[in-house]
């Protein structure tokens, strides 16, 4: 939390600014009860009109005084938090970008957008109040506390009592509300996690018709954030009743005993009148107070929240001295002795993996689900780090480049294709915004989606619904392999990304890859033999084991669970072939 403080720095000023003007205010109104005071003990009690219209003229203008500075206060603490809102908003979404997986899974993907969202619009609250009472709840408690010992000590019993009272209900309410801020945080971030996992799943939800059940499970997590919020806006809301019957009880009291004390002429009317207004200071101020203690941890709790993004140590950083590729860069990619498990997954996944891919050639990797073939390439990515043994590219371990540079250098076709709302043409220069109209039709041809592209109205501006959800499965995919060919890559990656293609589409598609990608390196990860039988190399996974390396003909008379596969989807003529 306390690294949440430099993000005031910029506001300095603003803050000074502010506490300047508090002081200012607070001085404003502890003089008013004197100017009462006179006004009744001379004005008053003299029948002396004018004296009282140049008090009350006075009396005036210290409130005008006090209303402008306390405008000012709240204009300086509203920017200054507002302002901090936005740099910690801004740090939060900067730091989430450089997560990789792990972080991912450790935060969950609700509770990062409730920390950005939530949790710092509580702290931009509990700035305003803060900047607006830290500093004029003492000055206006203390300053009263002198003016009214100065000005009757024999009452002081009264405020201390008042005091007293007031403590014990802000401890109890302390002891009773604290353990349930924290609580709150978290069930905001579950009902997050329930409506997002609902609305991206509406149409499983449909198709099963558990509507039902998907029902319950949001109202559960509605009420249960519901009757937690309102256990404490009811603790919260006593809370005012009984400051102000104590307020009442203490103002009977001084009337009371200060009665007395004027009619033995101890006192004159004014001061005990002036006595009143000190002992209400007094106690506003504590109440100030008091309402600064029961935020304070409310908004610690969401400090912390933000504080443990922007102070997660990444896993996977940019070596110190980063070593540049070479000029006459060549795209081999080689595996060396690599295993890898999962963070936080016992097994390894991956297990002493072996194999080049030489430049300008097509690496093809075929296993069963769950072999290890994305996980091969999100290590090539840097999405992960290798546990043992290390990924060379043109001969330099992966870990020595920035992933920049080390990204640079890959079109990556994820095996879910996304997109972003904008255009076709947005999406498709997403890798290279400078891309011309040329380079965008040429990627879009060779990957297959220059028909219906030419299909729609628009064409190239073409509008993506949120998450390419406007095009077919197929569509998206072949867009997806047009946005990485755009970037004119030396590598390319691509992970199952023929999945959602017609077979015709995907021979098509292939024939136009080796034609057009002559000196880029390729790793396609695929299901289907087909795909991948014309590959110079296929790398047979199982269990995260490589069982088989070569041609699809040297792999057919050597790798048994290659055979399995290829036979279980080619036909005898294929086979033959
Ligand atoms: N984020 C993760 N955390 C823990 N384990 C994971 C994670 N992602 C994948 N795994 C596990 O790693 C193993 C390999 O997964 P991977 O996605 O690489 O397989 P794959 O061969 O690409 O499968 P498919 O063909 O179904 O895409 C699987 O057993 C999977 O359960």
Known sequence: MVNLVKYLRSYYGFILGAVALLFLQANCDLALPDYMSDIVNTGVMTGNTNYILKTGAIMLLITLLGTAASVMVGYFA?????????????????????????EFDHFSTASLITRT????????????M????????????????????????????????????????????????????????????????????????????????????????????????????????????????VMMLIMNLVTVIIVWVGAKHVSALQMGIGDMMAYMQYAMQIIMAFLMMSMMFIMFPRAAVAADRIAEVLEKEESITDPEEPVPFREDFQPTI????????????????????NFVAPTGQTTAII????????????????FYDVTAGEILVD??????????????????????????????????????????QETLAKAAEIAQATEFIAAKEEGYDSVIAQGGTNVSGGQRQRLSIARALVKN????????????????TDQNLRAALQRETGTSTILLVAQRVSTIMNAEQIIVLDNGRIVGKGTHNELLQTCEVYQEIAYSQLS??????
Request: glycine share 8%; with cysteine.
């Open 78 to 102: 509203a920017r200054t938090a507002a302002g901090v809102a936005r740099d910690l908003r801004s740090g939060v979404f900067k730091k989430v970008e450089q997560f990789t997986h792990a």
């Open 117 to 128: 969202t939530n949790d710092i619009t509580q702290l931009q609250t509990v700035l305003v």
């Open 130 to 241: 803060m900047i607006r009472l830290v500093f004029y709840a003492p000055i206006l408690g203390v300053g009263g506390v002198i003016k009214a010992i100065s000005s009757s000590s024999s009452m002081s019993w009264i405020i201390g009592i008042a005091v007293l009272c007031l403590i014990g209900v802000v401890v109890i309410l302390f002891i009773v509300v604290i353990p349930k801020f924290k609580l709150i945080q978290s069930l905001i971030d579950r009902l997050n996690l329930v409506a997002r996992e609902n609305i991206e799943g509406m149409l499983v939800i449909r198709a099963f018709n558990t509507q039902k059940f998907e029902g319950a499970r949001f109202d559960k997590a509605n009420r249960d954030l519901l009757e937690t919020n309102l256990f404490v806006n009811r603790a919260m809301a006593l809370m005012m009743p």
């Open 334 to 353: 080689e595996f060396r002795n690599v295993g890898f498990a999962y963070p936080g997954g016992e097994d390894a996944v991956l297990h002493n993996i």
């Open 367 to 382: 296993g069963s689900t769950g072999s290890g073939k994305s996980t091969l390439l999100n290590l090539l990515m840097r």
């Open 395 to 436: 001969g330099q371990d992966i870990r020595t480049v920035t992933r920049r540079s080390l990204r640079e250098k890959i079109g990556y076709i994820p095996q879910k294709s996304t997109l972003f709302s904008g255009s076709i043409r947005s999406n498709l220069s997403y890798g290279d915004k400078k891309a011309t």
């Open 489 to 504: 890559a030396p590598i390319y990656l691509f992970d199952d990304s023929f999945s959602a293609l017609d077979l015709k």
């Open 572 to 577: 005898e003529e294929e086979l033959a072939r």
